[in-house]
């Protein structure tokens, strides 16, 4: 059993900054992605950054500048410090990645989501 846990949401004001954090715990034999998602109200869930084993980071455009996404391998956690907070960024943010999982003669690759945390920017 894998699981993902979110931590560090809430209110800012625009401008501001917070700090999410997610950390992953089980039976894990290695982690290829780590990533944070977004999906504001009536809207698609959206990639916002993700940092991969061989060290790739990614971020969608719109935070490239403000945001930084940090992985510990050792701990099995990744950050993702947001700054110039702004509005429209208002959104339940998620945890993902992807994991392997199972006995060695056969790990598989497999999905997980945290619950998501609430980021609210004030205006």
């Known amino acids: 059993q894998v699981s993902l846990v979110e931590s560090g949401g809430g209110l800012v004001q625009a401008g501001g900054s917070l700090r999410l954090s997610c950390a992953a715990s089980g039976r894990i034999r290695g982690i290829d992605v780590m990533a944070w998602y977004r999906q504001a109200p009536g809207k698609q869930r959206e990639l916002v950054a993700s940092?991969?084993?061989?060290?790739?980071?990614t971020y969608t455009d719109s935070v490239k500048g403000r945001f930084t996404i940090t992985k510990n391998y050792g701990k099995n956690t990744v950050d993702l410090q947001m700054n110039n907070l702004k509005p429209e960024e208002t959104a339940v943010y998620y945890c993902n990645a992807e994991i392997l999982v199972g006995p060695v003669e056969r790990v598989s690759r497999r999905d997980y989501w945290g619950q998501g945390t609430q980021v609210t920017v004030s205006s």
């Open positions: 940092f991969t084993t061989d060290g790739r980071i």
